[in-house]
């Protein structure tokens, strides 16, 4: 399953990058996530895991993530292995005069027998996973013109 939907937000994309990999402040921006715990010491980068709980399709989740590409202010993608199947999300940010397109696209392989059994159902699931993007991308620029945005250090 692929997912893709991409969003312009009336910011630079230096402001929109740098909000976008607060990771210990994402619970204050997308109200999807409840709570983002930081597990790497050091400079958030490639190489960085943190436990993410989110609320998806209507319960809390919480998983393990890897920054496994890091190209700031330009991207960066998240790995998780869970439930029998590779995750990767990518967050893209191009410049756009004034503004940023952004870009938030994901991708599950199947790895296991069961989750392989159960692949086509995706499918079903991507037009969920569109709309959770979506309300994630309309808090991030509801985020980015609040004026209490605070910007992390």
Do not use: H
Request: charged share 25%.
């Amino acid at each position: 399953m692929q997912v893709s939907t991409t969003r312009r937000i009336s910011a630079p994309r230096d402001q929109v990058f740098a909000v976008v990999t607060d990771f210990v402040n994402a619970p204050k921006t997308i109200t999807s996530i409840k709570k983002c715990e930081i597990l790497s010491p050091g400079p958030v980068g490639k190489g960085t895991r943190f436990r993410e709980t989110r609320v998806m399709f209507g319960r809390q989740a919480t998983e393990t993530m890897e920054i496994t590409e890091w190209n700031p202010p330009v991207s960066y993608t998240l790995g998780c292995d869970s439930c029998g199947c590779r995750y990767r999300s990518t967050i893209t940010c191009k410049a756009d005069g004034d503004a940023t397109l952004v870009e938030m696209s994901f991708a599950a392989q199947p790895l296991t027998f069961m989750a392989k059994l159960l692949a086509p159902l995706g499918k079903l699931m991507a037009k969920s996973c569109r709309k959770a993007f979506e309300k994630d991308l309309d808090d991030l620029d509801r985020s980015l013109r609040s004026p209490m945005t605070t910007q992390p250090a």
